[in-house]
């Protein structure tokens, strides 16, 4: 069994950062691409930023040069440093990895509100 657990959500002023963490745990074989998705209310998942396992990045056009997302895969963790929040980047932010074995899996998600 695997697991993929998110922290570091909460509410920030409009301007603020977070930094959000996903950690793999349990019988890890290797990891693939990482990423975080946001699904703001009423609206559908999207993908955010993502990583490979080289740590090559991606980014959707809405947070280019605000998000960074980086990876520690000593440690099977990925990162999202989000910077000058904006109200519309309110929504939960989910984790995905894809895991050698197991497959695709997501975290239970954290929610980000920011208030403006």
């Known amino acids: 069994q695997v697991q993929l657990v998110e922290s570091g959500g909460g509410l920030v002023q409009a301007g603020g950062s977070l930094r959000l963490s996903c950690a793999a745990s349990?019988?890890?074989?290797?990891?693939?691409?990482m990423g975080w998705y946001r699904q703001a209310p009423g609206k559908q998942r999207e993908l955010v930023a993502s990583?490979?396992?080289?740590?090559?990045?991606n980014y959707v056009d809405s947070v280019k040069g605000r998000f960074t997302i980086s990876r520690d895969n000593a440690k099977n963790t990925v990162f999202l440093q989000i910077n000058s929040l904006k109200p519309e980047d309110t929504g939960v932010y989910f984790c995905?990895?894809?895991?050698?074995?197991?497959?695709?899996?997501w975290g239970q998600g954290t929610q980000v509100t920011v208030s403006s």
């Open positions: 990583i490979t396992s080289g740590g090559a990045t």
């Open positions: 349990g019988s890890i074989f290797g990891i693939g691409s």
């Open positions: 995905n990895a894809h895991l050698t074995f197991w497959g695709e899996n």
